[in-house]
């Protein structure tokens, strides 16, 4: 069964860190894109990082400068650094995976996790 789930959610203060891993099993994972997508409450969906099969990165404006994706296909996951953490980060965080080369649609992709919360808050 292909899955991917996400892990390292929190509550963190105004300028913490935090680093999120999305595990994936059941498919060939390093052939597929994952992205990182974020859900604020009342907000709509909104991509948050990208990386592509082949390494390929991608950052919403937002979030550039402050978060950094990375994949390890020997562990089979993918990570999602984040610093410098402000209120406006707090979200629920999901990955989700396709073939070949991240986009910024849920649409697009064919399997997402249940999410992670992060919470920044003083």
């Known amino acids: 069964e292909v899955q991917v789930v996400e892990s390292g959610g929190g509550l963190v203060q105004p300028g913490g860190s935090l680093t999120l891993t999305c595990a994936a099993s059941?498919?060939?994972?390093?052939?597929?894109?994952i992205s990182w997508f974020r859900q604020a409450p009342g907000k709509g969906l909104e991509w948050v990082s990208g990386?592509?099969?082949?390494?390929?990165?991608g950052y919403t404006d937002s979030v550039k400068g402050r978060f950094t994706i990375s994949r390890d296909n020997a562990k089979i996951t993918v990570s999602l650094q984040m610093n410098n953490l402000k209120f406006e980060d707090t979200a629920l965080y999901y990955c989700?995976?396709?073939?070949?080369?991240?986009?910024?649609?849920?649409?697009?992709?064919?399997?997402r996790g249940q999410g992670t919360q992060v919470t920044v808050s003083s």
């Open positions: 990386i592509s099969s082949g390494g390929t990165v």
């Open positions: 059941g498919f060939t994972f390093s052939n597929y894109a």
């Open positions: 989700a995976a396709r073939r070949g080369l991240y986009t910024r649609s849920m649409m697009d992709y064919n399997r």
